[in-house]
């Protein structure tokens, strides 16, 4: 759990798994022009998430030059792995060792995480160039932005949670059988959440 919790609180670490729930397996040359970080960044939070089981890598030994021989790819789902940490089991046991503010600490990050990594995904859509074809003369990335009254802002939380329950139906709905993390989504689609509230002044 707490490697998982580090993971979730690092942006460079939701960005370069953004990237490869996208374009799916990558060489680390690749995944620094994508993201954009510095080589110690990314390779300290590739190691990171090779050890909490997130990433997994290989090794392609027809290619010579160590940039492009190396591949890294998604093993698990993050979300689903931190819904397997938030059982009440462990909750239970992590307060019998006294840690029990570390799975509220969990609880709390883990409640904006598919929010925050559709935004990820959504700053990476929008900022590459789409991949096309040479004869082609242009691409685009086409945005829609709606924005909805949802009511009372008392508590956010739920309607984050609210929002959390649809994604996860519609899901399930379209999801015709298990993804392979390795090859990347040929038509992505993200949607990006952006939860806004004002104060009682209007402020």
Request: overall charge negative.
């Given at each position: 759990?707490?490697?998982?919790?580090?993971?979730?609180?690092?942006?460079?670490?939701?960005?370069?798994?953004?990237?490869?729930?996208?374009?799916?397996?990558?060489?680390?040359?690749?995944?620094?022009?994508?993201?954009?970080?510095?080589?110690?960044?990314?390779?300290?939070?590739?190691?990171?998430?090779?050890?909490?089981?997130?990433?997994?890598?290989?090794?392609?030994?027809?290619?010579?030059?160590?940039?492009?021989?190396?591949?890294?790819?998604?093993?698990?789902?993050?979300?689903?792995?931190?819904?397997?940490?938030?059982s009440?089991?462990?909750?239970?046991?992590?307060?019998?060792?006294?840690?029990?503010?570390?799975?509220a600490?969990?609880?709390?990050?883990?409640?904006?995480?598919?929010?925050?990594?559709?935004?990820?995904?959504?700053?990476?859509?929008?900022?590459?160039?789409?991949?096309?074809?040479?004869?082609?003369?242009?691409?685009?990335?086409?945005?829609?932005?709606?924005?909805?009254?949802?009511?009372?802002?008392?508590?956010?939380?739920?309607?984050?949670?609210?929002?959390?329950?649809?994604?996860?139906?519609f899901?399930?709905?379209?999801?015709?059988?298990?993804?392979?993390?390795?090859k990347?989504?040929?038509?992505?689609?993200?949607?990006?959440i952006?939860?806004?509230?004002?104060?009682?002044?209007?402020r």
């Open positions: 759990m707490e490697l998982m919790t580090r993971i979730i609180k690092i942006d460079s670490c939701l960005s370069i798994y953004s990237y490869l729930l996208l374009f799916g397996k990558t060489t680390p040359a690749k995944l620094r022009d994508g993201t954009g970080l510095s080589k110690a960044t990314m390779f300290r939070n590739l190691a990171l998430m090779l050890e909490a089981g997130v990433l997994a890598n290989e090794q392609d030994s027809d290619v010579t030059d160590k940039r492009y021989s190396q591949h890294y790819y998604i093993s698990r789902n993050i979300i689903e792995m931190s819904k397997e940490l938030s009440p089991d462990l909750a239970s046991y992590a307060d019998s060792q006294g840690r029990a503010g570390l799975v600490e969990w609880a709390s990050n883990l409640e904006f995480l598919p929010a925050t990594l559709n935004q990820y995904t959504t700053h990476l859509l929008v900022s590459m160039p789409c991949q096309k074809e040479p004869e082609e003369s242009s691409s685009s990335v086409v945005t829609k932005l709606m924005v909805f009254r949802v009511g009372e802002g008392e508590n956010p939380g739920e309607v984050v949670r609210s929002l959390q329950d649809f994604v996860e139906w899901d399930s709905k379209h999801k015709t059988k298990r993804r392979d993390w390795r990347p989504i040929q038509n992505p689609v993200v949607l990006s952006s939860l806004v509230s004002a104060d009682s002044a209007g």
